[in-house]
T-cell receptor
């Protein structure tokens, strides 16, 4: 069990650029989640995959955001035309089922300048 | 609207000074309540899940309890290494395993 891995750890980008983050979940976990956390706040749900199917999306996930989980393994989160308000920590988590806690990765901290 | 509120926002304790953190929730159809610990610059680390009122769970100096409206995280004789942000989250029965988090309590334990 190597845990949930997220890359990159930090990303600084100029406003208007596109960015992509990667998450590698724990291998036997079929559920994968993306959350966003701003300073001093709790994480907010963005989207959820069960295997390769994206089953739920938050209204926070505007059409500039897209997430994929090809073949039910790793996942990517892309933000197009970044805005300063997108600056946050993007957290990925995985779990083995509905009655299990999540295991979070260390997150990707995005700064939009 | 489903709400999760944690108090206090910040708590300073002397080493060995026991205290409790509160998580109150207004939700329909609670499936589970989770406690996490988060260190600066890291992702949350799972501590406990509670499923029904009256349930208690313990781990080292931490004990979590659950009622129908709130949960408490009791910290007994804390040490400086217990300093972190403690997050609670609720899972609703109809929410596809999604968690709704409170804002967290920042705990600082001074030696």
């Amino acid at each position: 069990d190597t845990g949930v891995s997220q890359n990159p750890r930090h990303k600084i980008t100029k406003r208007g650029q596109n960015v992509t983050f990667r998450c590698d979940p724990i291998s036997e976990h079929n559920r994968l989640y993306w959350y966003r956390q701003t300073l001093g706040q709790g994480p907010e749900f963005l989207t959820y995959f069960q295997n390769e199917a994206q089953l739920e999306k938050s209204r926070l996930l505007s059409d500039r955001f897209s997430a994929e989980r090809p073949k039910g393994s790793f996942s990517t989160l892309e933000i197009q035309r970044t805005e300063q308000g997108d600056s946050a920590m993007y957290l990925c988590a995985s779990s083995r089922g509905a009655n299990y806690g999540y295991t979070f990765g260390s997150g990707t901290r995005l700064t939009v300048v | 609207e489903d709400q999760v509120t944690q108090s206090p926002e910040a708590l300073r304790l002397q080493e060995g000074e026991s205290s409790s953190l509160n998580c109150s929730y207004t939700v329909s159809g609670l499936r589970g309540l989770f406690w996490y610990r988060q260190d600066p610059g890291k992702g949350p680390e799972f501590l406990f899940t509670l499923y029904s009122a009256g349930e208690e769970k313990e781990k080292e100096r931490l004990k979590a309890t659950l009622t129908k409206k709130e949960s408490f995280l009791h910290i007994t004789a804390p040490k400086p290494e217990d300093s972190a942000t403690y997050l609670c989250a609720v899972q609703l029965g109809n929410a596809g395993n999604m968690l709704t988090f409170g804002g967290g309590t920042r705990l600082m334990v001074k030696p």
